[in-house]
Protein backbone atom coordinates (compact mmCIF):
# COMPACT_ATOMS: atom_id res chain seq x y z
CA UNK A 1 0.00 0.00 0.00
CA UNK A 2 0.90 3.49 -0.23
CA UNK A 3 3.07 5.78 1.88
CA UNK A 4 1.09 6.84 5.48
CA UNK A 5 -0.18 10.23 4.50
CA UNK A 6 0.31 10.11 0.90
CA UNK A 7 -2.47 10.98 -1.85
CA UNK A 8 -2.59 9.23 -4.92
CA UNK A 9 -5.21 10.56 -8.15
CA UNK A 10 -7.32 7.48 -9.93
CA UNK A 11 -4.50 7.22 -12.35
CA UNK A 12 -1.76 6.02 -9.52
CA UNK A 13 -4.38 4.22 -7.91
CA UNK A 14 -5.01 2.49 -11.50
CA UNK A 15 -1.43 1.58 -12.13
CA UNK A 16 -0.92 -0.31 -8.85
CA UNK A 17 -4.39 -1.81 -9.47
CA UNK A 18 -2.52 -2.74 -13.31
CA UNK A 19 0.72 -4.47 -10.75
CA UNK A 20 -1.18 -6.18 -8.54
CA UNK A 21 -3.36 -7.55 -11.64
CA UNK A 22 -0.06 -8.60 -13.11
CA UNK A 23 0.17 -10.23 -9.89
CA UNK A 24 -2.47 -12.20 -10.39
CA UNK A 25 -1.13 -14.11 -13.00
CA UNK A 26 1.47 -15.91 -10.92
CA UNK A 27 -1.51 -18.23 -10.02
CA UNK A 28 -3.12 -18.27 -12.58
CA UNK A 29 -5.65 -15.90 -11.89
CA UNK A 30 -7.42 -13.89 -14.11
CA UNK A 31 -5.34 -10.55 -14.05
CA UNK A 32 -7.30 -8.05 -12.49
CA UNK A 33 -6.66 -5.71 -9.60
CA UNK A 34 -8.06 -3.07 -7.13
CA UNK A 35 -7.29 -0.18 -5.15
CA UNK A 36 -9.52 1.36 -2.85
CA UNK A 37 -8.94 5.07 -1.95
CA UNK A 38 -10.11 6.95 1.37
CA UNK A 39 -11.71 10.63 0.75
CA UNK A 40 -8.26 11.99 1.15
CA UNK A 41 -6.70 9.70 -1.56
CA UNK A 42 -4.72 7.29 0.58
CA UNK A 43 -5.09 3.82 0.30
CA UNK A 44 -6.97 1.83 3.02
CA UNK A 45 -7.15 -1.90 0.63
CA UNK A 46 -5.98 -3.38 -2.35
CA UNK A 47 -6.91 -6.65 -3.78
CA UNK A 48 -6.07 -8.72 -6.56
CA UNK A 49 -7.80 -12.23 -7.98
CA UNK A 50 -7.10 -14.96 -5.92
CA UNK A 51 -9.89 -17.28 -7.07
CA UNK A 52 -7.44 -19.62 -8.57
CA UNK A 53 -4.70 -19.18 -5.79
CA UNK A 54 -7.15 -19.68 -3.11
CA UNK A 55 -9.76 -21.59 -4.55
CA UNK A 56 -12.38 -19.15 -3.66
CA UNK A 57 -15.64 -18.47 -5.57
CA UNK A 58 -15.20 -14.95 -3.72
CA UNK A 59 -12.14 -14.10 -4.65
CA UNK A 60 -12.55 -11.67 -7.27
CA UNK A 61 -10.01 -8.05 -6.98
CA UNK A 62 -12.59 -5.91 -5.89
CA UNK A 63 -14.41 -7.88 -3.04
CA UNK A 64 -10.94 -8.40 -1.77
CA UNK A 65 -9.76 -5.09 -1.82
CA UNK A 66 -13.19 -4.22 0.07
CA UNK A 67 -12.75 -6.26 2.98
CA UNK A 68 -9.22 -4.58 3.52
CA UNK A 69 -10.65 -0.99 2.76
CA UNK A 70 -13.13 -1.99 5.71
CA UNK A 71 -10.45 -3.73 7.77
CA UNK A 72 -8.29 -0.90 7.75
CA UNK A 73 -11.11 1.70 8.51
CA UNK A 74 -12.90 -0.53 11.00
CA UNK A 75 -16.18 -0.20 9.49
CA UNK A 76 -18.23 -1.76 6.51
CA UNK A 77 -19.09 1.78 5.18
CA UNK A 78 -16.77 2.88 3.04
CA UNK A 79 -18.26 6.61 2.90
CA UNK A 80 -16.62 8.74 0.61
CA UNK A 81 -13.86 6.41 -0.57
CA UNK A 82 -12.55 5.70 -4.25
CA UNK A 83 -12.77 1.94 -5.88
CA UNK A 84 -10.33 1.78 -8.68
CA UNK A 85 -10.04 -1.94 -10.49
CA UNK A 86 -8.87 -2.82 -13.94
CA UNK A 87 -12.16 -4.47 -15.29
CA UNK A 88 -15.99 -3.88 -15.36
CA UNK A 89 -17.65 -5.47 -12.19
CA UNK A 90 -19.25 -8.07 -12.29
CA UNK A 91 -22.98 -8.26 -10.84
CA UNK A 92 -21.40 -10.15 -7.28
CA UNK A 93 -18.56 -7.24 -7.15
CA UNK A 94 -20.65 -4.46 -8.43
CA UNK A 95 -23.44 -5.07 -5.62
CA UNK A 96 -20.87 -4.98 -3.12
CA UNK A 97 -19.40 -1.58 -4.33
CA UNK A 98 -23.58 -0.49 -3.68
CA UNK A 99 -23.54 -2.01 -0.52
CA UNK A 100 -20.48 -0.64 0.98
CA UNK A 101 -21.61 2.49 0.06
CA UNK A 102 -18.28 3.10 -1.86
CA UNK A 103 -18.57 7.05 -3.69
CA UNK A 104 -16.80 6.73 -6.75
CA UNK A 105 -16.00 3.48 -9.25
CA UNK A 106 -13.23 4.12 -11.84
CA UNK A 107 -13.25 1.44 -14.09
CA UNK A 108 -10.28 0.51 -16.67
CA UNK A 109 -11.66 -2.12 -19.26
CA UNK A 110 -14.70 -2.86 -20.19
CA UNK A 111 -16.33 -7.20 -19.70
CA UNK A 112 -18.73 -7.45 -22.30
CA UNK A 113 -19.58 -10.76 -21.24
CA UNK A 114 -20.17 -10.21 -17.51
CA UNK A 115 -19.72 -6.43 -16.62
CA UNK A 116 -22.33 -4.83 -14.32
CA UNK A 117 -21.69 -1.00 -14.87
CA UNK A 118 -23.35 -1.12 -18.41
CA UNK A 119 -22.22 -3.50 -20.00
CA UNK A 120 -24.67 -6.43 -19.59
CA UNK A 121 -25.91 -4.80 -16.56
CA UNK A 122 -26.10 -1.43 -14.78
CA UNK A 123 -26.85 -2.66 -11.24
CA UNK A 124 -24.60 0.46 -9.75
CA UNK A 125 -26.84 3.09 -11.61
CA UNK A 126 -30.06 1.00 -10.60
CA UNK A 127 -32.51 3.56 -9.29
CA UNK A 128 -34.30 0.89 -7.23
CA UNK A 129 -31.27 0.81 -5.37
CA UNK A 130 -30.19 2.94 -2.29
CA UNK A 131 -26.98 4.10 -3.33
CA UNK A 132 -25.34 4.73 -6.11
CA UNK A 133 -21.71 5.62 -7.25
CA UNK A 134 -20.19 8.00 -9.35
CA UNK A 135 -18.83 6.13 -12.16
CA UNK A 136 -15.57 6.88 -14.14
CA UNK A 137 -14.51 4.31 -16.94
CA UNK A 138 -11.86 3.74 -19.58
CA UNK A 139 -8.89 4.85 -17.16
CA UNK A 140 -5.90 2.72 -18.86
CA UNK A 141 -8.37 0.70 -20.77
CA UNK A 142 -5.83 -0.18 -23.49
CA UNK A 143 -3.33 -1.53 -20.59
CA UNK A 144 -5.83 -3.50 -19.06
CA UNK A 145 -7.66 -4.90 -21.90
CA UNK A 146 -4.17 -5.96 -23.76
CA UNK A 147 -3.25 -7.78 -20.11
CA UNK A 148 -6.38 -9.36 -20.23
CA UNK A 149 -6.33 -10.42 -24.11
CA UNK A 150 -2.67 -11.88 -23.79
CA UNK A 151 -4.18 -13.44 -19.93
CA UNK A 152 -7.13 -15.70 -22.41
CA UNK A 153 -4.94 -15.92 -25.77
CA UNK A 154 -2.73 -17.91 -23.78
CA UNK A 155 -5.11 -19.88 -22.58
CA UNK A 156 -6.71 -20.84 -26.11
Known sequence: ?????????????????????????????????????????????????????????????????????AATLGTWRLDGCTLVVTLEPCTMCAGAVVSSRVARLVLGAWDDKAGAVGSLWDVVRDRRLNHRPEVASGLLADESSALLRDFFAARR
Open 1 to 69: MSTPGTSWDDETAMRRALELAREALVSGDVPVGAVVLDPDGRVVGEGLNTRERDEDPLGHAELVALRAA
